[in-house]
């Protein structure tokens, strides 16, 4: 479809939705996508991109925000403990902060270094067993906790089953946010971001409309 499409589309869903032009963020999610294509979209304007993990985006944002100016990279994989201090480095912002222990090393990291990425809580509204995220009814506590840690909770993200209507669970990550005072929404991706800009998303994580299908890692 390509990146004018999509971000046409968003812009359409926006209006649609009654909400300000330029209220909701296209992270462009390049991951394990051939470096032309990144390129290549980078080129056409977009600065927002997604990855999934840590060594990949070492390899390739370093070099790319040094040819293109304003570039934000946010991390929107599962992040392992031990490869947080290279993530506060490398990305913009975190999608995924799913565990105590994580917003444990991350607390005592961002602390020490006196600055954070924009975070966003990953809420596993499917209750899936195989699926990273805090529980829905663990969610407030778990927010309130890394607010006590001093983390700049900027918002929450969730991941809806797939083949299922994600509707529900976009108005239930949008339920949790209220009631926690937390403005960002990281919801929505290629097949079902306008139901998500529809729901309250801040942020829509849209790869294989944009880049096509992705390479195998």
């Known amino acids: 479809m390509g990146l004018e499409q999509i971000k046409a589309r968003v812009a359409a869903a926006t209006q649609a939705a009654g909400r300000p032009e330029g209220a909701v963020t296209l992270i462009a999610v ?105 529980l829905p009814d663990q969610a407030d506590d778990f927010i309130k906790a890394c607010q006590l840690m001093d983390l700049p909770v900027a918002g929450l993200m969730c991941i809806p089953p797939d083949g299922e209507d994600s509707t529900p669970h976009f108005k239930a990550l949008a339920e949790i946010a209220a009631r926690n005072g937390l403005q960002g929404l990281s ?14 998303a801040t942020h829509v994580r849209v790869g294989s409309a944009i880049f096509g299908t992705r390479s195998a890692r």
Do not use: C
Not at 71 to 82: A, D, F, K
């Open 187 to 200: 919801m929505g991706m290629s097949g079902d971001f306008e139901s998500a800009i529809a729901h309250g």
């Open 30 to 134: 390049s991951k394990v996508q051939p470096l032309e294509r990144v390129v290549a979209t980078l080129e056409a304007g977009q600065r927002i991109f997604g990855e999934n993990y840590v060594q990949e985006t070492a390899g390739k944002w370093p070099d790319l925000r040094q040819q293109f100016a304003g570039v934000s990279v946010h991390m929107i994989g599962p992040l392992q403990t031990n490869k947080a201090k290279t993530a506060l480095e490398l990305f913009d912002a975190l999608h995924t902060l799913d565990r105590p222990s994580l917003a444990e090393k991350l607390a005592r990291l961002v602390q020490a270094q006196g600055r954070s990425p924009e975070l966003f809580v990953q809420v596993n509204t499917g209750a899936e067993p195989q699926k990273a995220g805090v």
